[in-house]
């Protein structure tokens, strides 16, 4: 096992690549999730809000 | 039909001569800013002539490129403030022919004379001799290319209150093959060897640049005005 | 068939399509990254030549493939926006953007992290390095021009016309960078270019190269149906799907 995580001497190069490559893949994938989540409530509250203003009037 | 589009042709082509040479500074800072950067290179890097002569192909061409790219705005932002621009794009004729004329108007006034300044340079830079035709060749062919390029860029930028260094960052890239082959022509036929392959290249990226890029700069333009 | 495409060119079509299809594809994603990683850093061999660091390839390559790929379906989506007038198409051509960007920007880190231990510095100015770190500049430039322009519509279009004349840009920058590169580096054959790579090396290659093109749909569909929402928000079938949410 831990001539597995050694990499053959090459430990640091390589697993950066493949932290890198997760850190930048996760950040893509949970980017938009939380902007779309975002948008809901903010879209919920604009709607909620026009909604009580026009039963006010 | 084709007289009178003609005639567009050179009646743009007049008014943008007679507008730019009304205006003398406008032809002459970015020619100033040519010499001014070309001058940085010996004081920053070395006065030495053997590194010198290395450096002035790519020198010369990247200070070309930057002063280009300074006076690309020049094409059509005046025009889009007066509105002359809308007017153009109302006309019967073809809009992609009227920009063919700015961008040549845009040439003459600001290639042409990077051309005729450039050997001057190159003797300041320890350019051999033997490299000075490369250097008015690949001027000749790749500036062209520079104005009709820049031209797509102006036209997507025109509408935008800050759009000078958005410019630079959407043309700079499509200015890179330009780049390489001009300034390796001049390398090469300062060591001597045979150019030709390079040059064709630049005939054939002016080609290319002639029949496409009035037509993206028509589109860009009419997108921008909407 | 054709009405199927049809209604998929319509917003809220699309926003129910990419709902249903994202669980699938995350789903797909995961299985194939997992086969792929434990193929590539379990059953693939050690490299005679390059050791253990021969492995970045199973991340890097498939980024740099992934990052041409995307700026086609970007520009060729932009240039059917303009085109057709299609909304969808300007939509997607935008979402594209930043996920080819992070693919570009992921292939040169890792590019330079393969090239320290077989070049010896972090950067070498490598045809195929070159001409990714010129993409960069490609799709920042859209990004930029993207975020500058405030009307929508406007912004899409002038972002397709940018993207079409880079799409042709290309494959000339490409060819010229490769020309510039064999003269200056002469004999030195780049790392990248493997003749002929042994059946057990290609193929977690390509199950990453397979996980990265469904990743990049999954999230290109999320990133699409949060911009319908932020478009579409004025619409009533916007409002009547938050609020039968909630």
């Not at chain 2, 930028?157 to 390796?184: K, Q």
């Not at chain 3, 320290?116 to 195929?128: H, S, Y």
């Not at chain 3, 510039?180 to 390509?206: C, E, K, Y």
């Amino acid at each position: 096992m831990s001539e597995f995580l050694h990499m053959g001497g090459y430990a640091f190069y390589v697993w950066t690549s493949y932290g890198l490559a997760l850190a930048i893949l996760l950040w893509q994938l949970l980017a938009p999730l939380r902007q779309h989540r975002q948008l809901l409530a903010r879209l919920r509250r604009k709607y909620r809000q026009s909604s009580q203003a026009g039963n006010k009037s | 039909m084709t007289n009178s589009l003609l005639a567009a042709f050179v009646v743009i082509l007049r008014r943008d001569l007679t507008l730019a040479l009304r205006t003398r500074s406008e032809i002459a800072n970015p020619l100033l800013f040519f010499v001014i950067v070309i001058s940085l290179f010996p004081l920053a890097v070395s006065p030495e002539p053997k590194v010198l002569q290395t450096l002035a192909p790519g020198v010369i061409w990247v200070a070309a490129l930057l002063a280009t790219m300074l006076s690309l705005d020049s094409i059509f932002r005046s025009d889009f403030e007066d509105g002359a621009l809308e007017q153009m794009l109302l006309s019967p004729h073809s809009t992609s022919i009227l920009v063919l004329a700015k961008v040549l108007a845009h040439w003459l006034v600001t290639g042409v004379p990077l051309i005729l300044l450039s050997p001057l340079l190159g003797v300041l830079l320890n350019l051999p001799t033997e490299a000075m035709p490369a250097l008015l060749a690949t001027l000749a062919l790749g500036t062209p290319v520079l104005s009709l390029v820049g031209a797509i860029g102006v036209a997507l930028t025109v509408g935008l209150r800050r759009g000078g260094v958005l410019l630079s960052l959407l043309v700079l890239p499509l200015y890179i093959p330009v780049l390489i082959f001009a300034s390796n022509a001049i390398a090469t036929a300062g060591a001597g060897l045979e150019i030709r392959g390079q040059l064709y290249f630049l005939a054939a990226l002016l080609a290319l640049a002639l029949t496409l890029s009035p037509f993206a700069t028509a589109a860009a333009l009419r997108i921008s005005l909407r | 068939m054709w009405s199927f495409f049809h209604r998929l060119a319509s917003p809220k079509h699309f926003y129910a399509f990419a709902g249903r299809l994202i669980p699938w594809l995350g789903w797909i994603t995961l299985l194939l990254m997992l086969a792929g990683l434990y193929t590539g850093l379990f059953v693939a061999p050690t490299d005679y030549q390059q050791g253990e660091s021969y492995r970045i390839i199973f991340v890097h390559v498939p980024a740099a493939w992934m990052s041409m790929f995307v700026y086609m379906v970007m520009a060729i989506s932009g240039g059917i926006g303009l085109v057709w007038k299609m909304k969808m198409a300007d939509i997607v051509a935008a979402s594209a953007a930043p996920i080819g960007a992070a693919f570009t920007f992921l292939a040169l880190v890792t590019g330079s992290l393969w090239g320290k231990p077989m070049w010896g510095t972090w950067w070498i100015w490598d045809a195929r390095l070159t001409s990714e770190l010129i993409l960069l500049f490609l799709y920042l430039g859209f990004i930029a021009l993207g975020s500058a322009i405030e009307d929508k519509r406007t912004a899409a279009n002038a972002c397709a016309v940018l993207a079409l004349v880079g799409l042709v840009n290309i494959p000339i920058i490409h060819y010229s960078v490769e020309w510039w590169n064999t003269l200056h580096q002469g004999s030195t054959v780049t790392r990248f270019d493997r003749p002929a790579m042994a059946t057990s090396m290609l193929i977690p290659l390509l199950i990453m190269f397979l996980a990265y093109k469904i990743y990049f749909f999954l999230v290109l569909f999320m990133r699409t149906r949060a911009e319908i929402l932020d478009r579409e928000r004025n619409t009533g079938w916007v409002k009547q799907l938050v609020t039968e949410a909630s």
